[in-house]
């Protein structure tokens, strides 16, 4: 992408770089590919200027264009995996979780998708020979559930320091729906300053399935979460990092909401996610995990544990 400032672009003064970026549009690339009206809805603008203002975004930017396999399979290589501790779940997921990609982990409470991202944001510390990613993790914590403790256990049992580990494991709370959007933006600003390798949003749906109540607002729930989505996204292409989101499944088989085994958030959040893995109960301390959806790999699923140690086979 060309190193132009937003102000650089016709028709934007320092006003209206200052609404850009308070409405998320940080970069060239975030304009290039938004549409008028939503520009102009979100920034107070006229459609007209907004008009001008992506068309000249697009001409400054790298916007890219079509691009031939092989070279697509060579930048591939690049990309990085993340052990879950667990060879067989690494099997899953295609030796592990695949940098520049969502992981969605959705099902009932107490199916592990906390401890699965607690197990995850210890080993993205770890030295990659080790399969870890040698970086610093974002969690954004919807629920209240971090507990450092549980960090403490899991580093010990890896043999590694806790309190450089925790040292490494930047959490904010989200209080809200747009709390919870607004902390993707303050992540890149953390991302400048430690190498952030895997961020963690747990839960993904929870603000929004409490916020958004009936019918006559699952419209406007959907166009968010869309956009939310496409920002995590955005940062792990940025980063070269990994998204793990944990998700709810639908409390009862309704219209509405569906089956009660089917995630929340629907299409948008469906689509989005570059894999999905359905976690249920089994006996004592397993776990099993199907993998639901991926771009490459077959619909399967393994037995995992889940300890006081953390993740394991």
């Known amino acids: 992408m060309a190193n132009a400032n937003i102000e650089e672009l016709p028709g934007v003064g320092p006003a209206t770089a200052d609404k850009l970026r308070e409405a998320g549009y940080t970069n060239l690339m975030t304009i290039a590919v938004e549409s008028p009206k939503t520009l102009a809805d979100a920034c107070d603008i006229g459609e007209a ?95 209240n559930t971090f507990r450092p403790e549980r960090i403490v256990q899991m580093a010990n049992a890896h043999g590694v320091d806790p309190e450089e580990v925790l040292k490494r494991i930047h959490v904010a709370r989200a209080y809200n729906s747009s709390h919870q959007m607004l902390l993707v933006e303050k992540a890149s600003d953390v991302s400048k300053i430690h190498p952030v390798r895997l961020m963690i949003v747990d839960s993904l749906t929870a603000h929004f399935r409490a916020e958004f109540v009936g019918r006559g607002t699952l419209a406007e729930r959907q166009g968010l979460l869309n956009k939310h989505m496409h920002e995590l996204l955005a940062f792990a292409e940025v980063n070269n990092a990994v998204i793990a989101v944990t998700n709810q ?44 959806d991926s771009p490459d790999r077959p ?3 393994v037995v995992i544990n889940v300890t006081e140690e953390g993740v394991r086979d």
Do not use: M, W
Not at 69 to 98: M, P, Q, V
Not at 121 to 127: D, F, I, S
């Open 49 to 143: 200027t907004a008009i001008k203002i992506i068309d000249a975004a697009k001409k400054a930017a790298d916007v890219g264009g079509f691009e031939s396999g092989d070279i697509i399979f060579e930048r591939r290589k690049n990309l990085d995996r993340l052990t879950t501790s667990s060879k067989a779940f690494d099997e899953l997921l295609g030796h592990g979780l695949e940098s520049q990609a969502i992981h969605e982990f959705y099902g009932e409470f107490g199916s592990g998708k906390t401890q699965i991202c607690f197990q995850l944001a210890v080993n993205a510390t770890l030295p990659k020979e080790k399969g870890g990613l040698d970086g610093d993790v974002v969690i954004i914590d919807t629920e």
């Open 299 to 301: 619909e399967a699923e």
């Open 249 to 292: 499944v639908s409390a009862k088989p309704d219209a509405f909401f569906g089956d009660p085994t089917r995630p929340v958030g629907g299409h948008v959040v469906g689509h989005a996610s570059t894999y999905r893995v359905y976690l249920r109960k089994s006996k004592g301390t397993r776990r099993i995990a199907r993998l639901i």
